[in-house]
Structure formats: C-alpha cells, structure tokens
C-alpha cells in the first residue's frame, strides 16, 4: 500500500510538471482540485451521515431489551458480538465513503459545468426549458439523486442491522416487532426515501424528452397522454407515502402507510408499464401516423438542431450530359486537382520509395491544399515518423537517447504520376529537398502520430539527426519541448517513474537535459483535455517558415438534446468546436475555438480561461490549411440522409429516404468515403475553392439522387451545400458506373490479364466529379505485384461520362477520347509516341458522340417529343461536320 501511495504521488508530481510544461497548469489544478473537493466533501458527508445513523441507533438499542419472547434471532455472545459488529462496520464504511467519494471526485466535469451554466438560446418543446438545463443542470441532479439514494440505502441497512444485533428490532414468530425509537428512527429513513423518490420521478419526467418509444427519438403520443400522467401521479403518491410513513410511525400500525406503498407499487408496475404498452398498441398504433405526427416533426427539427445541418443551402443540380470542350477547359483547375492517388496505395508507395531506413514510418496520407507558384494545387503529405519498434538494436540508449525524432515529410500533386506510375514529388528525400516554393527548414519530428516511448534530448549521448549514406548526422535539441530535468531529485523520480534505473544511473542524462514523454499527439490532446472527442485524422501543415505543425479537430459532445436522434458511440448533438495545433519539433499545443456559438465550449472557456483562444489569434497561414473534419462531415451526412425529409408524412412513409452509396470490397460493401477536391461549386462562381463531398443515392435504389458538400476556405468555411438532382432523370450512381466499368469488353479483358501472373489490380476509389452541370465519374487502377510488401503503380485512369467509358493511361487521354480534344494543354505532357493514338482516340470520341446523339434523338422520336428530337438531331450534325473537318 506504500509502495502503491508513493508511486501514485510521484506520477501527479510528475504529471504537474508536465501540464506546467505545456503551459496549461489550470487544466492540471482545476480539475485536481475540484476533484479533490468533491471526493472529501461526498466522502465526509456519506461516512458521517451512515456512521451518525449507526451511533444513534446504538444509542437508541441501549435502552432496549436485547431478547424478546420468541425472538428468533438469538445471538450467543452477544458482548463480543457488539464490538466485531461495530469495527466491522467502522471499517465497511470508511471503505465505502472512500469508494463513494473517489466516485464523487469523478463528476467534477459534471460539477463545473452545472457552475458555469450558460444558456442555449432554444427552449424543449414539451416543458419550456432551455436546452441549457438538460446539458447542465439535469445531469447533476441526477447525480445528487444517485449520492441520496446511495447514502438513505446504507443508513437504513447499517440501522437495521445495528438494532437487530443490539436490541430495538426482533423477529418473532408473531412478525417483525420493533421498539418505539427503532420505528421512528427507520421510518424517517423511510420517509426521506420515499420524498427522494418522488424526485427521482421528476427526473424521469425530464426523461421523456428521450424516450426511443415512437417514431424518433423523443417523447411520443403515448409518452405525454399515458406515461407523464402517470409519472405525475407516482410523484403525488411516493410524497403522500412518505407523509403516512411518518405518522404511521406514531400511531403504531402501518395500514395507511402500507395501503399507500401498495399504490406506489402497482401504480409504477401497471401504470409506468401496461397502461402505457394498451395506449400504444390501441390507440396509437392504429393511428399512428395522425398520433404521431407533431412529434415527427419536432425529431426533425431537433435533430437538424443538433447535428448543425438545420441551415444547409439546397439548389437544383441538371446534370445533364452535354459537356462540351470548352467547358472543361474553362475548369482546367478542377480537372488538374482530381485526386488520382487514393491514400491506402499511396502510403505504401511512400513507404518503398521514400522510407530511406527501417526506422522510419509513413502512418497516414493526407490531402491538404497550397499555392504552388501561385497557382493553387491539391497535395498529398505523410510525415515521415520515427517507428522505435522497427529500430536495429533496441537497447535502452538507442530507444530513449540515440533515435529521438522523425525527419521531414513527403509532399506531390495528387494528380501526377511518372511514366512507371510512380507519384511525383514535390518534397522528398533526407534531408527534405523541394521543387516548389514551399521549403521544409525544421523537418525534425519529436511529436507525431505514432506512439513512441519517451526519450531525454540534450543529453551527452549523440543525438541521431538524419542518416547520410554510410554516415550519420548527429544534432543537438535546441527547443522548448519537454521537462527539464535540472537536479539529481527529479532523476531520481524520473527513474521510479519509468521504472528504469538507468535513468538514474545513466552520466549522460544531465541538469540541462529534458524528458519528453506523452508524444503521441493524440495521447497529448486527450490528456489535456480529456472532455473533448478528437478526429481520428490529424494532418501536417508546413508554416510560412518552414516549420511543421500538426493540425486536429475537436468535438464537443452530448447525448442530451432533446427529441435529437442519436448516433451509436457519439451521443445526438456534436459540434466541432475546436482547432488544436501542435509543433512538432516542441510539442507547443494551442486550441482555438471554431464554433463560438456552441455553448459547451462556452462553458469550458468560463471553467479554464486562457486556455482557449479565438480563431483570430490563429496565424494566418496556418487558418488557410484549416479543412472540415471528415469524420464530422460523415455524420451529418448519414443523418441529412433521412432528415433531409421535413414533411411528417414522408419522413414516416421513408418516401425519399437516402443513403451514402456503397461499393464492392474484398470484405464486403463499403460506404463510399467524402472526399476533398478543388472545384467551382456552380457556374457562377467567381473561382475555384477546396470543398469535401459526397454523393447520395435513393435508399432502395442505385442512381444518384444527390450530392453534399462543404466548403473549406474563408470566409465561406462549414457552409453546407446539397445539389439535387432532377427526379425524373436517370443520373448514374457510383454502383452502377462500376457495373458498366465491368461490362466494358475491353476493361474486362485487360483487368483479367493483369490479375494473372503474380500481380494484382488494385481499384481506387470512384470519384464523383461535378463540372459546370454535368458529372464526369473517374477511378484510377493500380498495379502490384501479389507480394504483400509489392510497390502499387498508376497504370490506368477510367473516365465515365453520360454513356461513354474510356480507359487510358492518363487522365488527359481518357477525356481526349471521350471529348475529342485536349482538355489540359497547359498541364499534357503526353510522349511523342501517343500522339497517335491521342488523334485516334478523339476521332473514337467523336464517333462515339454521334453515336449517343442518334441514340437521344430516336428515342425522342419514339415518344414523340419533337423538340428534343430536334435539338439532337442538331448535335449530330455538329459531331458530324467536326468529324469531316478530322478527316482531312
């Protein structure tokens, strides 16, 4: 136990000294010391209360017979009976308050915010109350309740037992007898029990509000007309029991008290149970739509509410299938910034290419946007980490004093390949060498995704920096990160910390070294704020000096929003209330607040001031790398998917019900992934931005119905868009572009030589493009080898529009064969050799559009629409003079 006391000690010490090093000291005291409070207050107050109960009943039982005729209960000895009984219990309940109070100090969270309540400007529909009270209020009373409750059951039972050992309570063979100061003393516990139920049926009153009986989450028909009466009543009846309680104690029998308890007990089985289930099953279930109704229409606003999607701008999309030329060279930036490197190939291709040692890593690939000799491009970036598990030699001085960081990252157009199919890099090597203007100056990586042990920097040992060729680079840590070690008294505890006696011993570890430890990003985050929810995809930003920052979102959460449906493992409200930036080189963590209308982290900014700043404060080339959090973005859209449906009767019928499409896998359907790309979101707008999107197709069905997006710069950014698309038009979903991909003779063919013979096709992802009115559909195809370390290569981009499909081996090409012409001129670099084939393909295309064209204006001319017959008719006759003009 002293051993346990003093390492428990030691750890907090240790601890401080890291949130003072963080620069956050009231993250550690605040909630240390409002922890600390609860515990010894709820502690006290449960062991004095149980302990003073127990004396008074001892005091009572003295003046009691400790036999009774025909008690059945006889305890031999009873003297040493007395005392057994009596430290037994003393020591049970110091053990118990310390358990309630180490349970209490738990809901200092809870507590701090019931203190800092702040008002959400929304009132329940059902009890008028702000929003506020259910985040804030509601959740410590309950609380409080679960304490009551927690401390009337013991009081009784220590009581009871008291006087059954000493005297004041006797079972006969007639039934339990009790002497007079006995009954008193048992019925006020009684009686307080009772009155705290009534309490605890207003909570659930509260409840109501999200009950998961009707159609959506929230209290229904049944709920309010059969359920809260009900709960009313209990509220009235547990009060009244209480009061009888009381004076049944004096009078001596118990035949109102028990009548009343009775009521309570059938009232809460039959009313709080059956009477409801007869309502729903009778009166609602035959009606339900009418029932149910209004309240459908409060899940729908609620949820809206809650999930942030309440304001999402809804315009009309044609897609229509008239792309021409020039229209797709007036978005030549959109289709330079199609993302033909699909994260899960390239990490692998990073990993062969550019590791450099087996101590390295590359854990994720991220998409990111920045301006590249003034022109804007979508990049792909992994930091290059340091994996301490993957190290040669793990002995204690390479692990924790030798081999501290990683080194620099990789950088390239998500659009680019080499004419293997390879990436192209505009970052690469060790040390990082650069193309572009963008430059790497402290490509040291101390603080990153992979959670590496800890490790002392200014040491006397040799600092690996990077290796260069048959030599080392060595360095010296010249940062703020980490604590200081400055005496032989913090060795010492470093030591018993880590349970590593080299520390101690170790003569390289000296006053002006510093321990770094907690340097995984996530673990850092979590500890310093353990009330926020993290994105699972934190990403590397490169300042304007060349210094590398980590960038991660943060979540505010909550299942208490009323009649807000919920999702599983998250709760029914979320906001992305902040930014974390981290230095990688310092571990330097700042929070800005990214939602200043979210009232949780309002109430956090009044609890721990200065610690969160507002995004002004954010530098700005730091603010112009911001995205919005795919994982965010994921939820909205599931729940947009049936909450776009805001009239009852369709959200009940599920008439428009939609859903994220899925693809085929190796282990099964997969949901399509959102994905950013640099695009106009319409025709009229003045330029290109960086948005994150996903397509939507009917629930039952596999055409596109819809597609969302969000957009990611300033000063538009979080601005939710949705693009409908017209119903009585067939508009492709990804589903089925990938069925004809697969019907495809050709495709089909070529896809089948390739996955003989020891390689494998490996298909990105399907990527949705809108462009101008019309959506182009890509997905590019690598090829490996079957070896699970093998290099995946670039080898085909496939390009579906309207009833053409081309595959080609760049991206230029498959559109030159579809449109029949260059689309990239500023951007193709096509070999000599494919020129040819180049012309071949545009005159296909052109044979291929006149195709289409006829196709459109026989099947006007079977319906009898004479004006679409027309207007195609006239299409085909510009393909076919186009055609003549190639011809010669």
Known sequence: FSLGLVSSLVSLWINWLWFLESGYPILFTKSLFTELALATFFGLVFFLVVYSNTRLARWLASGQARSYVDNILEFAHIEGLERVVHRFLLGGLLLLAYIIGSWAGGQWDVYLRYQNIVSFGVSDPLFSRDIGFYFFTLPFYSFLYLFGFLLLLFSFLTSLLTYVIEGGVWLTRRGLQMAKSARLHLSAIVALFLFLLSFHYQLEIYDLLFSERGIVYGASFTDINAQLPVLRLLIIISSLSGLLVVVSAFRRRYTLALSALGLLVVVALVGNQVYPEIVQRFEVAPNEISKEAPFIDLGIKYTRMAYGIKDVHEEEFPAVEDLSLEAL????????????????????????????????DFEDVDNDRYLIEGKLRQVSL?????????????????????YTHGYGLCMGPVNQFTKEGLPTFLIKDIPPRSSTNIKVTRPQIYYGEISNSYCFVKTRAKEFDYPAGDENVYTEYTGSGGIPVNNFFRKLLFSFRFKEPKIFLSSDIHPDSRLMFDRSISTRLQKLLPFIRYDKDPYMVISEEGHLFWIIDGYTLSDRFPYSQPTPDLGNYIRNSIKATIDAYNGTVRFYISDPGDPLIQVYSKIFPGVFKSMDEMPPHMRRHLRYPEDLFTIQANIYATYHMTDPQVFYNKEDLWRIPTLGQAGGDTPLEPYYTIMKLNTKAAREEFILMIPFTPARRDNMIAWMAVRCDEPNYGKLIVYDFPKQRLVYGPTQIVSRINQEAEISKQLTLWNTGGSTVIRGSLLVIPVEESILYIQPLYLAAAQKESLPELKRIIVAFGNSIAMEETLELALVRIFGGAVLPSESKIPAQLSQKKEESSINALVQKANDYYQRAQSALRQGDWSRYGEEIKRLGDVLKELQEKSK
């Open 329 to 360: 060279k007036k978005n030549e930036l959109t289709l330079q910034n199609i993302r033909l490197w699909d994260h899960r190939p390239l990490l692998r291709t990073y990993g062969q290419l550019q590791v450099i040692r087996t101590y390295y």
């Open 382 to 402: 992994s930091p290059r980490e340091l994996s301490s598990d993957r190290l040669p030699s793990r002995i204690w001085i390479n692990e924790h004093l030798t």
